[in-house]
């Protein structure tokens, strides 16, 4: 009975001082704080987190298949459902997850988006840059901890495959005192109120060999269901709600409420200074948590969830109703198509709960992103893949001579290597290497683009959306770090830009940085015209991708940051090994 007072005395302080830390309330000897509740309950890795509690082994099965939904479309599934199966856990649980692939003529990896993989990098589910590919027929077993709390999710690495339906959430929690916005809602039921945002096509981008960036989405689905989703509140109480883009195109989403303001506690799972929005927007790929009080009359109301980019003109709804409220009129007048979308800041601008201090030397280094066209021959295109047999001439992927031309880093598309960089960084084909800021001593427009880095070295990415060749914005995932984002800029001229203008407005200070409490972020968006200015430091060793997702579907736009890992043999062994098998030059994004 002592501990049941103590503990809720930690929660009133808690809730009345949001500053308070449980740090000041906890004994020396904390093991005695809570004891563990759980062991007359279920095994389920879906549980209450709790203190003084062993993490658990969570273990998942996968299988990976084709399938036809009940309306003869065609989807690609992880236990015959899209999204796969929620993975919902505690902080410092072991996630196994078993992966069969049953996709005829395909290989398949997931990525565990926002996952940092400490201690495990060669389970972040890259082909060929951290894992051999899983071949048809196949399994491949990924484990790691789940060593931060928040908002995540899984996909396949590949592009088309998300977007036919390869994709599933992921959720860490942790005990409710440790969370650091947790005295701003009364109730956070995540299986419930989890919403994963996905396009659908009028068909399967994986049947297609071409001409895939031609079919657009034909609507918003979420948590796969063609019915709308329900959030069932009591009036005066506020809930958690975690919100997932799921969508691999370039389509931001942006999220409104009728009649209610939104309080955003978290961004790409890392907690921010909470900030009351009238709505909210989400990159792909993005994830944010925010916080919804059930403040207004009992009653019915809509969130409305709007595409951009790609997904522009789309819709689809959530519905919000109070406890008693009788939604059949809701459901007979359909959603208010009238409502409009409140103001709101883009979550590059929250600011951290943590103030930082900006190192002394910073590692910088521009980026030139940009949408550049190709004055080719047709006798200089190869249809072919790349073959150690190949004459030493240099390589134009066919999608080079596509009218709209390819977005570029530097000017090159990255090129997968011929063996699994993380693992046997030896058998990589030097030739294939060009290092960030001299890709112009490699005379190919793609070649395996590796940013070198040191443990502890802090690093300033510069990415710089100059404009020249499209008014496309552009969103970039970092594996393995969360970035700082320091300032995100675009040219109130609204023309393109280049280095050399940059840096004179950099000089000038007419770049504003955010040096104090940048937000922790790993997926940013690049706005047209415009730039955005990262920093991170390299904690732990391994191959990291810093890539544009939705910037082509047929060749990759990205760069691989290498930081010095040395991996047991033992532990190289115990992995799958690629056999034969060698990759497609612009077939593996």
């Known amino acids: 009975m002592k501990i049941l ?45 709790k203190f ?14 084709p399938i036809l939904d009940e309306e003869g479309r065609p989807s690609l599934t992880i236990n015959d459902q899209s999204p796969g199966p929620a993975v919902h856990v505690c902080l410092n649980d072991i996630v196994v997850v078993k992966v069969k692939n049953e996709i005829p003529n395909q290989d398949v990896t997931l990525h565990w ?29 990924y484990s790691f901890i789940a060593s931060s709390p928040g908002t995540f999710f899984y996909h396949a690495d590949s592009v088309v495959h998300q977007s036919d339906g390869i994709y599933g ?3 860490v929690d942790q005990p ?50 063609n019915f709308t989703p329900k959030i069932y509140v009591m009036t005066g109480y506020s809930y958690r709600l975690r919100f997932i883009n799921a969508i691999a195109l370039e389509c931001p989403i942006v999220v409104n409420v009728q009649r209610h303001a939104v309080v955003v506690i978290a ?69 208010n198509t009238e409502s409009e979308i409140g103001t709101f800041i883009d979550s590059e601008k929250y600011l951290s709960l943590k103030d930082s201090q900006a190192p002394a030397k910073v590692k910088s280094i521009y980026l030139r992103i940009d949408r550049n066209s190709f004055d080719v021959k047709d006798s200089d295109l190869d249809f072919r893949y790349r073959s150690d047999a190949m004459k030493k001439k240099p390589f134009y992927p066919a999608t080079l001579s596509l009218h709209d031309g390819v977005v570029q880093i530097n000017g090159k598309n990255f090129l ?46 510069i990415l710089a959306n100059e404009g ?75 191959s990291w991708l810093l890539e544009c997702r939705s910037c082509s579907l047929s060749t990759p736009v990205a760069l691989l940051v290498s930081v010095p890992l040395s991996i047991p043999k033992s532990v190289i062994e115990s992995l799958p090994g690629c056999g034969s098998y060698r990759p497609a030059d612009v077939l593996l994004n």
């Open 267 to 335: 961004t790409d799972s890392n907690p921010v200074k909470p900030v009351t929005n009238g709505a909210f927007r989400l990159y792909p790929g993005e994830r944010i948590d925010v916080v919804l009080r059930a403040d207004q009359p009992s009653g019915g109301y809509w969130l409305q969830i709007s595409g951009e980019g790609a997904c522009e003109t789309l819709k689809t709804h959530i519905m919000l109703i109070y406890s008693g409220f009788n939604y059949t009129s809701m459901l007979e007048q359909g959603p």
């Open 468 to 542: 020249f060749g499209s008014n496309d914005s552009y969103t970039f995932h970092m594996h393995g770090y969360n970035m700082q984002i320091i300032s995100t800029w675009r040219n109130p001229s609204k023309r393109p830009f280049t280095k050399e203008e940059f840096m004179k407005l950099d000089e000038n200070h007419s770049i504003v940085r955010n040096k104090v409490n940048p937000p922790l972020k790993n997926t940013i968006h690049v706005p047209n015209k415009g730039l955005t200015v990262v920093r991170f430091t390299p904690t732990s060793g391994g």
């Open 113 to 141: 988006h926002g996952i940092e993989q400490k201690g495990t990098p060669y389970m972040d589910g890259v082909p060929m840059i951290t894992q051999c590919p899983i071949s048809y027929g196949s399994i491949y077993q």
């Open 5 to 49: 007072y103590f503990v809720l005395f930690i929660i009133a302080n808690l809730r009345i001082n949001p500053q308070a830390s449980l740090d000041s309330f906890l004994p020396t000897n904390n093991q005695v704080l809570l004891a563990d509740t759980t062991k007359s309950s279920d095994k389920s890795c879906s549980r209450p987190c």
């Open 52 to 65: 003084n509690v062993k993490p658990r082994r969570c273990e998942y099965d996968f299988v990976i298949r």
């Open 416 to 461: 997968y290597p011929n063996a699994v960089y993380l693992l046997k960084p030896r058998e990589v084909r030097p030739d294939i290497i060009c290092y960030v800021e001299e890709e112009q001593n490699h005379k190919e427009p793609q070649c395996l683009q590796v940013l070198k880095a040191q443990i502890n070295e802090p690093i300033e990415l």
């Open 169 to 171: 959430s992921l959720v």
């Open 176 to 225: 409710q005192p440790l969370e650091p916005n947790g005295v701003l809602y009364d109730y956070d039921r995540s299986k419930e109120h989890t919403f994963l945002i996905a396009a659908r096509f009028p068909e399967l981008l994986t049947s297609r060999l071409e001409g895939k960036s031609e079919i657009g989405p034909e609507s918003l689905i979420i948590n796969g269901d």
